[in-house]
């Protein structure tokens, strides 16, 4: 009989889960579900894609086409449920569809580093991918099937590229109602994308950027079913929940964060969206519509002191921040979430609206469920004895998937782990 314990910060322990294993020969870096909640996929350093049958535990699928780590995979929305994507250090997307079992694209020069997220559209229209280069990469859809219907090959020539980061991009991810799409960065913000904005011909801008003013790298972003609110983890140890349905996000510190506008580049003669490298190579210079950022100045506006602060922002010349009204609250987020003691690598909220999931690394090892509105932690997952660079709830949130020690899986029974959730 199963029983709860008590870790020593006093939260419960919660009861052994089930585990995945024998598919990967090596650490599990990426994991997610199917929208019907039958399978899940992960991926990792072995370079290979799995598809798991989450009733029997059992592995369905193995692809191989990696020539390098795996860093995300992702099952495909409800309209393409059978497909598969993941992306790595080798510089490719690769998507996978579980009918054949076999690879139906491969993306080349996703990124001119390390590819570290993938994602579909939610209306199957768009792929994005983005990396170690800060920028965000969107390939459409239309390229899967040539004439021939053989395989078809796509060498990195992408519909629109955004660019506003000033350092490597972690997440990139729609959101579900498909109005969005949102990346978290290094930098420390996250940039929200207007859907409409990015199939249409106009100039392309992030509408909103969102900064806890830590400066700390943000490493991942996730948005809640119901589309008001996404949830954070930082490299600062903190997991925030920021509000989508304000009118404009402000700093913890009450000034609002400019906006950064980056803008669809397109050859002169062909028409076509420009992908060429934009970075000057002596001094690595970023060019959005009114912010100029080098490598060097961000390098010493991040080593600035307090007495320095005073002076005018070169980042942020011609651009003033906008004081907000005395009588309006800041728009930060409005819940965070401390007592991680290392970095925070993975997150996500509960279908519910009532849970949040953040897992850690050293040497913190494991996961904690925290309670939305309490902003406390009811339970500490602590079998994993390694970072949790994934995990994820279920689409009926029972259930909560993240990878773990020994390269293996990790199965939580939330009912029986929290029943005080779930009355019956």
């Not at 996978?96 to 139906?104: F, G, I, L, Q, S």
């Not at 990124?111 to 965000?136: H, P």
């Not at 609250?329 to 953040?358: E, K, M, Q």
Request: glycine share 8%; proline share 5%.
């Amino acid at each position: 009989e199963q029983q709860q314990r008590t870790t020593a910060g006093g939260a419960p322990q919660a009861p052994a889960p089930a585990v995945l294993c024998g598919g990967h020969s090596h650490w599990i870096h990426s994991c997610g579900w199917s929208v019907d909640g039958e399978r899940v996929v992960s991926g990792g350093w072995d370079k290979h894609v799995n598809v798991w049958d989450v009733n029997t535990l059992q592995l369905l699928h193995q692809f191989r086409g990696h020539t390098k780590r795996i860093r995300c995979c992702r099952f495909g929305p409800e309209c393409g449920s059978n497909l598969v994507l993941s992306a790595g250090s080798d510089k490719t997307a690769r998507l996978w569809d579980c009918r054949v079992a076999k690879e139906v694209c491969c993306i080349k020069n996703v990124d001119s580093k390390d590819v570290e997220s993938c994602a579909f559209s939610q209306d199957l229209r768009f792929i994005a991918g983005a990396g170690g280069d800060g920028v965000v990469r969107l390939y459409s859809m239309q390229f899967l099937h040539n004439s021939t219907g053989t395989t078809a090959e796509q060498r990195g020539n992408a519909v629109t590229e955004l660019r506003a980061h000033t350092k490597a991009i972690n997440t990139c991810v729609f959101t579900p109602d498909n109005t969005a799409l949102l990346s978290a960065s290094s930098d420390g913000t996250v940039c929200y994308w207007l859907y409409e904005d990015l199939i249409g011909d106009k100039v392309m801008e992030a509408s909103r950027v969102f900064s806890d003013n830590s400066r700390s790298g943000v490493r991942r972003v996730t948005v809640s079913r119901d589309n008001t609110q996404f949830v954070t983890a930082s490299f600062d140890r903190i997991v925030r929940i920021w509000d989508l349905q304000s009118n404009w996000p402000l700093n913890t510190d009450g000034a609002v964060e400019p906006k950064r506008i980056c803008r669809r580049e397109q050859h002169e003669e062909t028409g076509k969206p420009d992908t060429s490298n934009h970075s000057d190579n002596n001094s690595n210079t970023t060019v959005c519509s009114h912010i100029v950022t080098t490598s060097k100045q961000a390098t010493q506006d991040e080593n600035r002191t307090e007495e320095e602060e005073e002076q005018p922002n070169p980042l942020n010349r011609g651009t003033k921040r906008k004081q907000p009204d005395q009588k309006s609250p800041a728009h930060g987020p409005a819940h965070t979430y401390s007592g991680h003691t290392g970095w925070c690598f993975s997150c996500d909220i509960s279908p519910s609206n009532r849970l949040v999931v953040s897992g850690a690394g050293n040497p913190d090892y494991g996961l904690r469920l925290w309670d939305l509105e309490q902003e406390t932690c009811v339970l500490q997952l602590a079998g994993n004895k390694d970072h949790v660079p994934d995990c994820a709830f279920s689409p009926d949130g029972m259930y909560l998937l993240n990878t773990a020690t020994g390269h293996t899986l990790e199965l939580w029974h939330l009912p029986t782990c929290c029943p005080q959730y779930f009355p019956q």
